[in-house]
């Protein structure tokens, strides 16, 4: 005589078939949805010789101002609220945009001075990467970024703040790259 299963390999059974067939109709719903790559034309504007890249397109980085010295050193662009890191060889490692506090740095060429890890922003907003690197109407100018990785409130009317407010990410890059005594080029 046959031996018998019992029910709970039969229900086992069924379960596991029953998700095997909805894992497959997912992933047919799935690819049901995504653009097929054979029904793509051409634009007008391709040219004969394109290729095809399995790198994602990189983004031009933005140049270095002219007129910012030479060497390594920290740049920050007043007008375009920016700042490059650029190595001895003159090539620009990283650049990112921030948010300026009220009273700004004069034009010119400063050092990186105090370096803190982390404090109170002015604003109370906690703040990390803090280095120095200028003063001006007795306000002293540093970038930082807040721990949060917040951007800066509004500063109140009148007040007088001035911390240059960076992104985590790029305070982080910039607290390695900007040690003490680094030169900071400050350009219109």
């Known amino acids: 005589m046959p031996a018998r299963l019992p029910s709970w390999a039969w229900v086992t059974g069924l379960t596991t078939g029953a998700i095997a067939a909805v894992v497959v109709l997912a992933v ?13 034309r051409p634009s007008a504007s391709a040219t004969a010789d394109a290729k095809p890249s399995a ?3 990189k983004k031009k980085p933005v140049a270095v101002p002219d007129g910012s010295g030479t060497g390594r050193r920290i740049v920050y662009s007043l007008d375009r609220k920016r700042v490059w890191l650029v190595d001895a060889s003159d090539t620009p490692r990283r650049s990112f945009t921030v948010w300026p506090g009220t009273v ?3 034009p010119g060429t400063y050092t990186i001075g105090k370096r803190t890890e982390a404090t109170t922003g ?7 990467h803090i280095m120095y690197f200028a003063q001006k ?6 970038f930082s970024n807040a721990v949060d990785g917040s951007s800066p409130p509004p500063a109140e009317p009148g007040a007088q703040t ?10 982080k890059a910039l607290w390695t790259f900007g040690s ?8 219109e």
């Open 137 to 142: 109407s007795g306000v002293f100018i540093a």
């Open 104 to 106: 700004t740095p004069d």
């Open 28 to 40: 047919q719903a799935d690819q049901g949805t995504k653009p097929v790559a054979a029904t793509t």
């Open 55 to 57: 790198e994602p397109e």
């Open 122 to 128: 002015s604003d109370g907003v906690p703040v990390e």
């Open 180 to 187: 003490a005594g680094t030169t900071v080029r400050v350009v």
């Open 162 to 171: 001035g911390g240059i407010r960076i992104a985590k990410p790029d305070g």
